[in-house]
């Protein structure tokens, strides 16, 4: 299982040469979210966990951090101004990631543009952490999640959608839950800071205290300011600010886990062995059953 991992992940690394011009090291985990853009999904937590690995580096602080390459891809709506600012946003971290050579050595980052299904049958099989991070309550199942599980991928995720189901097959200790459920969500928008939760964070406030900064955009100023504003918005429906602590709690539990080889092979392991429930016969099987054939 792991030679044909790492034999996906020098097809995979090849792929993201030729479509987004970054060298991938397949020594180097896969950790990789590609799905349509859209808030609900959260990319901005993804790219907010990847500007807190780039600052721990800059800062000398590398210690158990475990070597990454972070891949997002996918489309936005044509009039989904947020969706194409978020995109922007992932390119320019990409970019001062993927431009500095002490920063590479420990992490890289990719956006890939015009994901399809013929991107996901190279991307699937080559990911290490599929990322399925929605705001609880929000995702009605999710299908690239299932795709990920059933090729050896171990998933860091929330209480949603099938993320749920999966998590009963394969078992708390083979899944890296973290964040709010959806009845956290609904309870915490009651009296939601987020200013309160950044000044408690000292990762997340020294996140974006590099965002204000304007160093992803250093010569288009002010280009972020709308997401800024939006992490730290009490109505922000997404609740980005609320989960970031738990996220980057749980990608340090990943780290440490992917550090001990057998381990994370035997968990890969697991899960491909617990993807059954989401094969297309037992799917149609229940549709047949539950849906087209009840009375
Ligand atoms: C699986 C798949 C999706 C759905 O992904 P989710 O993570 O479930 O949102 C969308 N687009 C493509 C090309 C896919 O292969």
Redesign the pocket.
């Given at each position: 299982m792991a030679e044909i991992k790492l034999a996906n992940k020098q097809a995979l690394s090849e792929f993201v040469e030729q479509e987004c011009g970054v060298k991938f090291d397949p020594s180097m985990m896969f950790d990789v979210q590609?799905?349509?853009i859209h808030e609900y999904?959260r990319q901005l937590l993804n790219i907010l966990h990847v500007i807190h690995l780039y600052r721990r580096i800059l800062n000398g602080d590398t210690e158990g951090m475990v070597p990454r390459c972070v891949l997002i891809g996918?489309k936005a709506a044509p009039g989904y101004a947020m969706a194409k600012q978020i995109i922007k946003l992932a390119n320019n971290v990409a970019h001062m990631v993927n431009s500095d050579p002490l920063v590479t050595p420990y992490l890289r980052m990719a956006f890939l543009p015009n994901?399809?299904?013929s991107?996901?049958e190279k991307i699937c099989p080559g990911t290490d952490l599929s990322e399925?991070i929605s705001t609880a309550g929000k995702?009605a199942?999710?299908?690239?999640?299932m795709?990920f599980m059933m090729n050896g991928a171990l998933t860091i995720g929330t209480l949603d959608g099938a993320n749920i189901e999966m998590l009963e097959e394969v078992g708390h200790e083979n899944f890296f839950l973290f964040g709010l459920d959806a009845a956290q969500v609904a309870q915490a928008k009651v009296n939601y800071q987020p200013q309160q939760i950044v000044a408690q964070s000292e990762a997340l406030n020294g996140v974006l205290s590099m965002l204000k900064s304007g160093h992803f955009n250093l010569v288009e100023p002010g280009i972020f300011d709308h997401i800024i504003a939006s992490i730290i918005d009490p109505y922000d429906q997404w609740m980005t600010a609320a989960d970031f602590e738990s996220y980057r709690i749980a990608q340090e539990k990943v780290a440490q886990t992917y550090l001990d080889q057998d381990t994370w092979q035997q968990i890969s392991i697991r899960n491909s062995a617990a993807s059954g429930r989401f094969s297309s016969d037992n799917t149609i099987a229940g549709y047949r059953d539950d849906i087209w054939m009840k009375k």
């Open positions: 590609v799905k349509r999904k996918g994901y399809n299904v991107a996901m399925q995702e199942s999710g299908t690239g999640n795709k």
